[in-house]
């Protein structure tokens, strides 16, 4: 399989824990997204690389939440002494830009976070 | 600032039924739309898109969807729906070029009855 991959798919912890998820992209897609989805909402936007350069970040993401990637291939997320608001589904999508184009984002399983 | 707007939740229909979901967003720019649909137990798959050209475009599993740019609407059309559409649907909606983060509606539940 040569889609996107997420690893952990499931994890538990405990208040004030710190928690890291890892995205791997489509190989050679250049672009990487970080989405947040809460129960009965859609995603919502939280940090965007090109190749290694982080350019963009959502005001969702508080200075607790810390985004890499740092050879341009995967991604790290890692969040610092979560609370339970943190709980949701962390969602990872790639895409390729080509010029003069949109590009289509593909999205990875998600890591479930539950904090306890 | 974009928005998306899915007005219905929760859909129930039974088999052979048709299919129309609605989709408005808020943008007064170039837009590119898109639906993805995350069956259950699934990840989120790309269902159609629209990014230029002629405004019915036509997805995978014989769903289609109109732009309507007077109505700043995109909405999601199946003329039969099977057991196997029961799936959650998401219109979303990203500005042309540039840094193109996606911004999603609420979601649309469809359960189909066999």
């Known amino acids: 399989d040569t889609g996107v991959s997420q690893d952990p798919r499931h994890k538990i912890t405990k208040r004030g824990q710190n928690v890291t998820f890892r995205c791997d992209p489509i190989?050679?897609?250049?672009?990487l997204y970080w989405y947040r989805q809460t129960l009965g909402q859609g995603p919502e936007f939280l940090t965007y690389f090109q190749n290694e350069a982080q350019l963009e970040k959502s005001r969702l993401l508080s200075d607790r939440f810390s985004a890499e990637r740092p050879k341009g291939s995967f991604s790290t997320l890692e969040i610092q002494r979560t609370e339970q608001g943190d709980s949701a589904m962390y969602l990872c999508?790639?895409?390729?830009?080509?010029?003069?184009?949109?590009?289509?984002?593909?999205f990875g399983p998600g890591t479930r976070l539950t904090v306890l | 600032a974009q928005s998306v707007s899915q007005h219905n939740h929760h859909v129930i229909l039974s088999e052979a039924a048709s299919l129309e979901l609605g989709c408005n967003y808020s943008y007064g720019g170039t837009v590119n739309l898109f639906w993805y649909v995350q069956y259950p137990g699934q990840h989120l798959q790309l269902l159609l898109k629209?990014?230029?050209?002629?405004?019915l475009v036509k997805g995978i599993k014989g769903f289609e969807a109109e732009f309507i740019k007077s109505k700043f609407s995109f909405n999601l059309r199946k003329p039969s729906v099977q057991w196997s559409d029961t799936a959650e649907y998401f219109c979303a909606v990203t500005s042309w070029g540039g840094f193109q983060k996606l911004v999603f509606g609420t979601g649309t539940r469809l359960l189909v009855s066999p």
């Open positions: 190989s050679e897609h250049n672009r």
């Open positions: 629209y990014f230029s050209g002629d405004p």
């Open positions: 999508a790639s895409s390729q830009k080509s010029s003069g184009e949109t590009d289509t984002q593909y």
